[in-house]
């Protein structure tokens, strides 16, 4: 994926200035709610086809749920281990993904609030 490429940008740097909360090592992820859900139909699902260049391939979907269906909770940190060899970049993409889609859930490690001009 070009880095100069305005329509394929790495949504990481292009929408860093909008973030509510920020994917770091310390970011726990957890199985959703009300159950688990097959990766498979994500991954083939045709609204997903766009993201399909960035993201891992569904038996690393699938990998990855069942380390933290099993576990409960797991931090980013404990899944790039357990992964070994995927890229840092791409795994977080993949997660941030996985959670966007309803198939994982996270909780952001806090949030430091950022230097601002006090508007008073």
Known sequence: ???????????????????TEVVSEDTL????????????????????????????PVGQSVRIHDMVAERGVMSVAEVMRDLGAVPRDALL??????CKVGLLDWEAAEVVPLDRPDPT
């Open 1 to 19: 994926m070009p880095a100069d490429n305005p329509v394929r940008r790495d949504p990481f740097a292009a929408f860093a200035d909008f973030a």
């Open 29 to 56: 992820l957890r199985p959703v709610k009300g159950g688990l859900l097959d990766p498979h139909p994500h991954h083939a699902a045709g609204l997903n086809a766009p993201t399909a260049a960035w993201r891992l």
């Open 93 to 98: 993409r993949h997660l941030v993904w996985m």
